[in-house]
């Protein structure tokens, strides 16, 4: 028996070399054999070794892939063993309810980005890339919305929350589901649209509508469909596969900025066995179309299988495998994404329930977060598909070597988290540098990206076209944030003074105050130019001045260091709602 358990650890071994690049043998067949010598592998101490080796973040990466898993704030949070497994092995991360509307949205007014926002951070800490799920869908509203929205003024909310929450995230990520599972085989209509509220509202064209707007909050994230039900070789999947490609037809014929579609992957166990043979000629289809391909959120019901754990498992490894191979022989697939990583935790225990009362096992993990058979299938698959070209690289965990224990630490941490600021080459951030009016204008664009344009475009005669920062000072003057000097004057490479980053936030915000008797609370004030009071006192009424060594001593003529920059540029997005407070004892309260 020892002996056998030697050579059983042995062929796993040989494969966990080719994964990682020490041997120069693909791995597909060498797992596939192991699973042929030891069906229980799962029991084997020497798997949990190797899927701690081979992440399948980075075996993935190794052939063009994206891996990752869709996990919830509470669970992500709370569960550290949970926590270091979803970053070991995801490249991806997508938050599962936090970004829904009945997450976001306590009220009609309100948007609460904390929980979202917190995953965002816990992905960058980890070297993550940053995916949305989801801007439009038909359930997950909260409750206010059926009392609320109607026909009048659907197309208002709609484009107030791609706005606001595709904005609140621009640049950060990866992908967007912009429109979620549209397409309901049943219905009569012609075209398969689900009666949806924002079908009876806005018409077919909410969903054209909505991927322009999110194009505009955020040019830069992959555009997606999503949709279920289009896997398995049944009438209704092909049903719904045909209405899928007439609407992303209608889609592309239009213009509309679609770049991908996600295919679920919500795949259910039979005993008498499922098939995949008719779902390869559907993505052909879709990949003609110029379309990226993803798998969004991949499990397994194995609620009609066996009680038997053992048997279970192999029979839900084999679904991912069959799956697997006809899904990843399409090169326009570039991403797999489980739902949930760990059975410990699993969207089908409460939905889906067995009636036997066995606990469900759909995903790769165990519900002790120990490999199982699945993980091997999933292994195995990557190892043989087609390499893809490069997908972009994964973004590195931001940190610089010279902010630590500074003053300004968190919220120089916190901006670069958001992408909106960066350090220099060497790894430093050089928080007590000056900081230009040119480089001021490109930080503030950034930060309120969707900030209204109302104010007149100013071709400043020392600000050529050719010069690196036009479009930021452009932006940043019609967004009010910025003016010039007399004569169409804007002095880009001036050093800027703390008491004009202070008016700019507050004149880009619209802030305004007729109590400047609460400038009285700085020892300096009058040092402030008149020309500023009224945006001084509003910004210190809001809590958006940081001062810094001593909180009444505004130094308002001193030149800003990158350091208060960001603070300054932090509180006003946490005036805005699109950040969380810090505390500080440097911040002016009055």
Not at 204 to 226: K, Q, S, T, V
Not at 283 to 299: H, Q, S
Not at 397 to 408: K, S, Y
Request: charged fraction near 20%.
């Amino acid at each position: 028996m020892h002996k056998q358990l030697l050579l059983k650890r042995r062929h796993f071994l040989m494969g966990l070399g080719a994964l990682t690049g020490m041997g120069v043998f693909t791995t597909a067949s060498q797992l596939r054999h192991l699973n042929l010598l030891n069906p229980d592998i799962s029991a084997d101490p020497s798997v949990a070794l190797a899927a701690e080796a081979i992440a399948l973040r980075a075996s993935a990466r190794t052939k063009g892939l994206l891996f990752g898993a869709a996990v919830n704030y509470n669970n992500l949070s709370s569960d550290q063993a949970y926590a270091n497994l979803v970053a070991q092995q995801c490249g991806i991360l997508v938050p599962a309810n936090e970004l829904k509307w009945q997450a976001l949205r306590p009220s009609p007014t309100q948007f609460n980005f904390t929980r979202a926002d917190w995953m965002a951070q816990f992905a960058r800490r980890n070297g993550m890339l940053f995916r949305g799920h989801t801007l439009v869908w038909h359930n997950g509203l909260p409750n206010w919305f059926a009392k609320t929205v109607n026909k009048q003024n659907a197309e208002k909310f709609l484009r107030e929350h791609i706005s606001r929450v595709a904005g609140h995230y621009a640049g950060q990520m990866h992908s967007w589901d912009v429109v979620n599972e549209a397409i309901e085989p049943r219905v009569q209509r012609a075209d398969k649209l689900r009666n949806t509220p924002w079908l009876r509202f806005l018409g077919p064209d909410y969903i054209d509508l909505a991927f322009r707007m999110a194009a505009e909050a955020d040019p830069r994230a992959i555009l997606m469909y999503n949709d279920f039900g289009v896997e398995h070789d049944t009438p209704q999947a092909e049903t719904k596969r045909n209405a899928i490609l007439r609407l992303l037809e209608r889609l592309k014929s239009r213009g509309t900025p679609i770049q991908a579609l996600g295919v679920q992957g919500h795949l259910f166990g039979h005993p008498n066995g499922v098939k995949f043979t008719q779902i390869g000629r559907f993505l052909r289809n879709i990949a003609d179309m110029g379309l990226e391909i993803m798998i969004t959120e991949l499990d397994v019901n194995d609620q009609q299988l066996p009680r038997d754990p053992a048997i279970r498992d192999r029979a839900v490894a084999k679904i991912y495998a069959d799956f697997l191979e006809v899904v990843l022989d399409q090169p326009a697939v570039t991403a797999v994404i489980t739902w949930g990583i760990s059975d410990r935790y699993t969207w089908l225990a409460s939905t889906k329930p067995r009636k036997d009362g066995a606990g469900l096992r759909p995903l790769p993990f165990d519900a002790q977060l120990k490999p199982k058979p699945a993980w091997q299938s999933l292994t195995s698959a990557i190892a043989q598909a087609p390499t893809r070209p490069s997908q972009p690289g994964l973004p590195t965990p931001t940190t610089f070597a010279d902010i630590q224990g500074h003053w300004a630490q968190r919220y120089i941490q916190a901006l670069a988290d958001k992408n909106i600021i960066s350090g220099f080459p060497d790894g430093t951030f050089k928080p007590n540098a000056p900081v230009t009016r040119a480089e001021f204008a490109a930080i503030v664009t950034k930060a309120f990206p969707q900030a209204s344009q109302n104010n007149a475009s100013i071709e400043f005669v020392d600000v050529p076209r050719s010069f690196w920062g036009y479009s930021a000072i452009q932006t940043a003057v019609r967004r009010g944030f910025l003016v010039g000097y007399p004569g169409r004057i804007f002095q880009p490479s001036q050093q800027i003074p703390r008491v004009q980053v202070i008016v700019a936030l507050a004149s880009g915000l619209n802030l305004s105050s007729d109590n400047t008797s609460v400038l009285s609370y700085y020892q300096d004030a009058a040092q402030i130019p008149s020309y500023a009071m009224n945006k001084v006192a509003a910004a210190t009424q809001r809590q958006m001045v940081i001062n810094y060594p001593t909180v009444r001593q505004l130094n308002p003529n001193r030149n800003a260091t990158r350091a208060e920059v960001a603070a300054f540029v932090y509180q006003a997005l946490v005036d805005a709602d699109q950040a969380q407070a810090i505390s500080s004892p440097y911040l002016v309260q009055v």
